[in-house]
């Protein structure tokens, strides 16, 4: 005979709806209770069937993933995979599974996402990126439907539950560190120009730069869309200009990794001739040829968070808007040196 519900309450000597709400991990729910319970479960081989459980409720136990409009590209990711391992972490443990969507096209991502809502596919969202005027969140908010966003929310934050870095902070920080070592021709290879974690990159850059009193140069700012597919041609047309830039900051480390191999076969090695930060702190600026200095930004436990504050949103909607934010820490290595012992090209 299956064991039940009414089994393992009797087990732990505590009522039926108690078991349930360990099953779904219930913040009211005390650590001691839960302990019990879950021995109980354990002792008697009992399996939820959230099957049933879904139907009882009207709930799915499943989160929606809406990925960014390029899914190769986050496939490709390292940061991307590490932000995923930390959402799939969470969510197990709290007995969710996970359905992603992404698209070729910003409309095909929103298609996307009206198919989950209105369909009845998932419980919640999480947006894996945050982008200027994106419609996918008016929509979202028209519909009141629960969402976390991972990125600060380009307007509205106030209104919105979201994790991130202090992005402007975190790359001032790399700015700093290369005029320290006396660069004063520094270089932004930002992400896409439309994302909101691009545009408090680039904040931070030139904020760091004009308190040097130096004048942020517009040739010198290169953005994600324009570097896909012409990474060479643009590294040739950097190395071209009349003062070529002793350092850059890099917004991802397989970018940074893609733009010193670049470097590299036009004859310009870092740190020899070329400062390189990147940020994101992913294994490859480790494993690089050269290993790279990188901010990491934690990227794990900005996807644990995120998930964290979807399920805790869909526990009690009425909880308070939440705007998380990841520490970030300076890892320094081998791709940075002082100007003045730089082979400048």
Known sequence: MAVTIKDVAQLANVAPSTVSRVIANNPRISEKTKVRVREAMEKLGYHPNFIARSLANQSTQILGLVLPSSSETFFNSPTFATILRGLSECARERKYSLLMNTGNSDEEIFEGV?????GGMVDGIVLMYSRMNDHTITYLQ??????????????FAEEITYVDNDNYLAAKEATNYLLELGHK????IGGHSKLVMTHERLLGYEGA????GIVPRNDYIFY???????????????LALSE?????????????LSIM????????????????????????????????????????????????CLVQ?????????????????????DSCQRVQTAMLV
């Open 185 to 188: 021709k520094v270089g932004f």
């Open 261 to 308: 191999n670049s470097l590299r076969s036009l004859g310009c090695f870092t740190p020899e001739h070329m400062s390189v930060v990147s940020l994101n702190n992913t294994l490859f600026s480790e494993i690089s040829l050269s290993s790279f200095t990188s901010i990491d930004t934690n990227m794990y436990d900005i996807g644990y968070q995120a998930t964290r």
């Open 224 to 238: 994600e869309e324009a570097l896909r597919g012409e990474m060479q041609e643009a590294v040739q047309s950097l």
């Open 114 to 118: 009206v198919e989950m809502v209105q």
């Open 244 to 256: 070529v830039p002793t350092a850059l900051i890099v917004h991802d480390d397989l970018m940074a």
């Open 142 to 155: 028209s519909r009141n439907f629960p969402f976390v966003l991972i990125g600060k929310p380009y307007e």
């Open 313 to 333: 949103k869909l526990a009690s909607p009425e909880e308070r808007i939440q705007s998380v934010i990841i520490p970030h820490h300076f890892v320094e290595r």
């Open 209 to 212: 730069l004009k308190e040097h």
